[in-house]
């Protein structure tokens, strides 16, 4: 008489006998490998009973374990390739670190570090004094602060001196930045009343004058990070708002969203205002990010007058927004290349990303065409194309660099075939993360800094 299929199963011993139930049980202990075993097996019990499948050998079990152990031990944050033309991509994790803050960062994490303590004294320390002269250095500040972002770092201006009162903001400059994150919620959760001036084209000096009144608490100017008004506009520029604001005795702060250290003109690129012009054009106070334009790790600035910074150093939202230890050895590693701008094109990866020739870029793309087309296989065309790359994270919007990367374009139409390619490139062991434009997918290669980065990962 025949065993009944559902008895042919092997049992969890043989499962666990065979070489790929060892090394299941080797590299992710036992008890890991008896359960996936017993998950596997009970999964197959149905369709066995059904007749609708052969039993598997013990070994092809094993192996089905051992892959799914793998699938589960995975990291969920994994490093990728971008190749979507968006050198500061959000989604991606903006900035690149240069690798001397790698290796600042690696440093600390090892080991004991005087964080909130002072050598010098045996004393207790302060852990934003690690990057605080640096930043008044290369700003021109009295003095700064550092959070863990910039939306908390408007958050903390916004509570520290204006929580209950009112704040001036032209209507134009009320952002919605990336996830529905919006200014006038920040302003709420702050505590604090927005008071809208002018319209959303124009504002005038005029408008801020009219709003000022005995609950205003400060002016702001907040950078229109990720678009433009054109046409028939008209704002207000930053050294007129601090005008107004200090012959109304109030404080003026200036929001610039990514916010640079150097004049990006000196190297090729649209100028955008640093955060010394800012305060050399009245500012009070200027908040500005670390993991954009200024290339570090996530981080929030505050920079400005010595005694407002102070006001909010005491504030008990600034605990709740400090940085660890981590992140303030990469920010002083980062904030350290500034000293040195002849090389810091070459040290800084989102620098050098953006003043990446295209030609260069170009002559990469060729160089990988081939493989590419090789591994895509025979239902695919690879071609070498001009592409218009983006800085992203809300840094000049408008501002596209030249550039040049890979379409792959399926031999039959249809954007299923692209979809499916961009999948089969997500799914690779280090993802290539592209985008899909008139059909093809296409790998913008600015961000690239090695061929065989992409060959790997192809491999």
């Known amino acids: 008489m025949d065993t009944p299929p559902a008895r042919r199963i092997p049992s969890v011993h043989e499962v666990l006998r065979s070489p790929a139930g060892a090394l299941a049980a080797a590299r992710f202990g036992h008890r890991a490998a008896v359960a996936g075993i017993r ?7 149905p369709a066995l009973r059904a007749g609708e499948a052969p039993a598997p050998s013990a070994g092809e079990v ?7 152990l793998e699938r589960e031990e995975a ?7 971008n190749l979507t033309g968006v050198v500061l991509h959000t989604n991606l994790g903006r900035a690149l670190l240069p690798e001397a803050a790698v290796e600042a960062a690696m440093r600390v994490m090892r080991a004991p570090a005087a964080l909130e303590f002072d050598l010098a004294t045996g004393g207790r320390g302060e852990r934003d004094d690690h990057v605080r002269g640096l930043i008044r250095e290369l700003t021109g500040a009295e003095d700064a602060l550092v959070v863990n972002n910039n939306a908390a770092a408007v958050l903390l201006a916004l509570a520290g001196l204006a929580a209950g009162r009112e704040v001036v903001v032209s209507r134009g400059e009320l952002i919605e930045i990336g996830g529905a994150f919006r200014m006038p919620a920040i302003m709420q959760a702050a505590g604090t009343r927005l008071v809208e001036v002018g319209t959303t084209n124009r504002t005038h000096p005029a408008d801020y004058r009219g709003a000022i009144g005995p609950a205003t608490a400060l002016l702001m100017k907040v950078h229109t990070s990720n678009y ?4 028939f506009t008209a704002a207000v520029p ?10 109304a005795g109030l404080p003026f702060l200036d929001d610039l969203g990514s916010g640079t250290l150097a004049d990006l003109a000196a190297f090729g690129l649209r100028h955008e205002r640093t955060v010394r012009e800012a305060l050399a054009e009245g500012a009070d106070l200027v908040t500005f990010s670390g993991d954009k334009l200024l290339g570090g790790p996530q981080a929030g600035f505050v920079a400005g007058r010595r005694a407002l910074v102070a006001r909010l150093a005491r504030h008990p939202l600034k605990r709740a927004m400090r940085l660890d230890k981590i992140r303030l ?9 500034y000293r040195d701008p002849d090389r810091l094109a070459e040290r800084l990866p989102t620098l050098r990303h953006l003043t990446r020739p295209a030609a260069e870029i170009r002559a990469r793309a060729e160089r990988l065409a081939p493989p590419l087309a090789a591994w895509a296989g025979g239902g695919w065309r690879v071609e ?9 994270s809300g840094a000049l919007p408008l501002e596209t660099l030249p550039s040049a990367g890979l379409a792959l374009r399926p031999a039959a139409e249809g954007g299923a075939a692209a979809e499916a390619m961009a999948a089969r490139l997500r799914a690779l062991p280090v993802p290539v993360i592209g985008r899909i434009a008139e059909g093809a997918v296409r790998l913008d290669l600015r961000c690239l800094d090695e061929d065989a980065a992409l060959l790997a990962a192809l491999s």
């Not at 998950?39 to 019990?45: D, V």
């Not at 990291?75 to 390739?81: D, E, F, G």
């Not at 050895?329 to 290349?337: D, G």
């Open 228 to 231: 433009v008004i054109r046409g």
């Open 329 to 337: 050895a990469a920010l002083e590693a980062t904030l350290r290349l």
């Open 384 to 392: 070498v194309v001009a592409c218009e790359s983006m800085i992203g």
């Open 39 to 45: 998950r596997a097996l009970a999964a197959l019990r």
């Open 62 to 68: 094993a192996a089905g374990v051992l892959a799914a």
């Open 238 to 247: 930053p050294r007129e708002v601090a005008a107004i604001a200090r012959a």
């Open 75 to 81: 990291p969920s944050l994994r490093p990728v390739l």
